[in-house]
């Protein structure tokens, strides 16, 4: 199929659809300049060893590990990306009135920057916006942890005061890492919104994440439509009633085109 006509029927697809589930991972914000991660100039394709960052064994049991990832955390190109024509063309299509739940896998935070409504967003990986104390639980702003690194602070600890004195836990961005389960009331919430979907729009995402990429057979055995929308094939575009393989900052605006 060339690309218009694919374009064309997601369109009539989503203008069709009246309760809209949409799934988006890391190919939406490469055109802010986020790298992702398994692409062929992803960031651990390139360095496999920055897998281990993102590890929750190693970054608990390893001082360096930690100090690495707060390293890289301050150096994250992610500070300076602003959402693109993908992201900003999500917002239009809740603003239809037709976006029940936008469930991305991105820990950017760039959906509601560009204006999505942060309680129709669930990011099931959680968010490189906060940080997490491993012991009290304490979630503060990442940009004033980043602040305490700048000025020398290489491995922070949590400063919040207990009845005992200060907890002095480990800190870590609030994101899911590798050995860390998801928090059961985002999958929970993402799984329920699949099954009431009329379309399930996947953006963005190899679809080979689970629990993630579940969302779209869950959606499809109950009746809804699937459209994806990446720039490489996935694992479920034999699902899909339409896949659009094409730019995602030009092709999704056309696709959310009002009638």
Same mark, same amino acid.
């Given at each position: 199929m060339e690309l218009d006509e694919a374009v064309d029927r997601a369109r009539a697809v989503v203008n069709a659809s009246r309760r809209i589930v949409v799934l988006t991972g890391a190919g939406i914000s490469t055109d802010s300049g986020i790298p992702d991660f398994r692409g062929p100039q992803g960031v651990w394709t390139k360095n496999p060893e920055a897998e281990k960052l993102s590890t929750l064994q190693a970054y608990v049991a390893d001082a360096? @590990?930690?100090?690495?990832? !707060?390293?890289?955390?301050?150096?994250?190109?992610? !500070?300076?990306?602003?959402?693109?024509?993908? &992201?900003?063309?999500? @917002?239009?299509?809740?603003?239809?009135? @037709?976006?029940?739940?936008?469930?991305?896998?991105?820990?950017?935070?760039? &959906?509601?920057?560009?204006?999505?409504?942060?309680?129709r967003v669930v990011e099931i990986h959680g968010t490189m916006r906060f940080v997490d104390c491993l012991s009290c639980g304490t979630r503060t702003l990442m940009a004033e942890v980043l602040d305490r690194v700048r000025t020398g602070e290489d491995d922070p600890e949590c400063t919040v005061e207990m009845p005992e004195g200060v907890c002095g836990?480990?800190?870590?961005?609030? @994101?899911?890492?590798?050995?860390?389960?998801l928090v059961v009331e985002d999958l929970v919430r993402s799984e329920e919104a699949a099954r009431r979907c009329d379309l399930l729009l996947a953006v963005g995402s190899t679809l080979g994440v689970y629990p993630a990429a579940g969302l779209v057979p869950i959606a499809h055995r109950a009746g809804a439509r699937v459209v994806i929308v990446n720039g490489e094939s996935t694992d479920y575009d034999d699902m899909a009633d339409v896949v659009v393989r094409g730019p995602i900052g030009d092709v999704l605006p056309a696709i959310v085109v009002e009638p």
């Open positions: 360096e @590990v930690r100090r690495r990832a !707060w390293r890289s955390r301050v150096e994250s190109s992610t !500070w300076a990306a602003e959402p693109n024509a993908g &992201h900003e063309a999500l @917002v239009r299509l809740e603003r239809r009135g @037709v976006l029940d739940t936008l469930v991305t896998q991105n820990i950017d935070g760039l &959906h509601q920057a560009a204006g999505s409504d942060p309680d836990g480990i800190l870590k961005a609030a @994101v899911i890492s590798f050995g860390q389960n």
